[in-house]
């Protein structure tokens, strides 16, 4: 079955405390990406990938580190999370950046 | 910068009412448009897109969506909404000046049996 897999879907932790949230598709899809949604501010992009070894920065990439190492797997690193991190994070994948997304069924993040 | 707005936020309906959901985009180039749905507590899921061809674009679950060159819109409607409508939807835009896909700030919908 083609999906794209986040673990884990809920995670409590504590400021300052090193967490990464996988990503993997299975669809040999090129690009990824990953978004945070908040209430009232939509889907914010923080880092996308256009293939392998290639990552760039979106809107709010601030507090955040991705690596592309391998085409179906995508983590999403906070070195130090802060309560304002504290969010739902989704990561999406598609052939290409400009074909439907596939979306995981998202993360969410508590940071104390 | 490019920018895609939804400019309703929060839609109430009742059943059988007719739904119209704005979505512009600031840029004039090459677009790809999407809308997307995230019913309650699910992740995003497509429900139509435009390449190219007829503006008039039809998607799953008695969606369609009219692409308005002229007016940087793309306006998702359905003639008939049911409870089961109840959902956030996002409108997206591809740029293909930037190569970047750019996510509005969705309307929540509230469909009133």
């Known amino acids: 079955e083609a999906q794209v897999t986040q673990n884990p879907r809920y995670l409590i932790t504590v400021t300052g405390k090193k967490l990464t949230v996988t990503c993997s598709q299975n669809?040999?899809?090129?690009?990824m990406s990953w978004y945070r949604q908040d209430p009232g501010l939509g889907l914010r992009q923080i880092y996308y990938?256009?293939?392998?070894?290639?990552?760039d920065k979106g809107d709010v990439p601030e507090g955040y580190k991705v690596s592309r190492k391998e085409k179906r797997n995508f983590p999403l690193i906070l070195e130090s999370p802060s309560p304002n991190q504290t969010s739902l994070y989704f990561c999406?994948?598609?052939?290409?950046?400009?074909?439907?997304?596939?979306f995981g069924d998202g993360t969410r993040l508590s940071i104390l | 910068a490019q920018s895609v707005s939804q400019h309703n936020h929060h839609v109430i309906l009742s059943e059988a009412a007719s739904l119209e959901l704005g979505c512009n985009y600031s840029?004039?180039?090459?677009?790809?448009l999407f809308w997307y749905v995230q019913y309650p507590g699910q992740h995003l899921q497509l429900l139509l897109k435009?390449?190219?061809?007829?503006?008039l674009v039809k998607g799953i679950k008695g969606f369609e969506a009219e692409f308005i060159k002229s007016k940087f819109s793309f306006n998702l409607r359905k003639p008939s909404v049911q409870w089961s409508d109840t959902a956030e939807y996002f409108c997206?835009?591809?740029?293909?000046?930037?190569?970047?896909?750019?996510f509005g700030s969705g309307t929540r919908l509230l469909v009133r049996p």
């Open positions: 999406a994948s598609s052939y290409r950046v400009n074909q439907p997304q596939h």
């Open positions: 669809m040999n899809h090129e690009y």
């Open positions: 990938s256009m293939n392998v070894e290639v990552t």
């Open positions: 840029y004039g180039g090459t677009v790809n």
């Open positions: 435009y390449f190219s061809g007829d503006p």
């Open positions: 997206a835009v591809y740029f293909g000046s930037s190569y970047k896909l750019i």
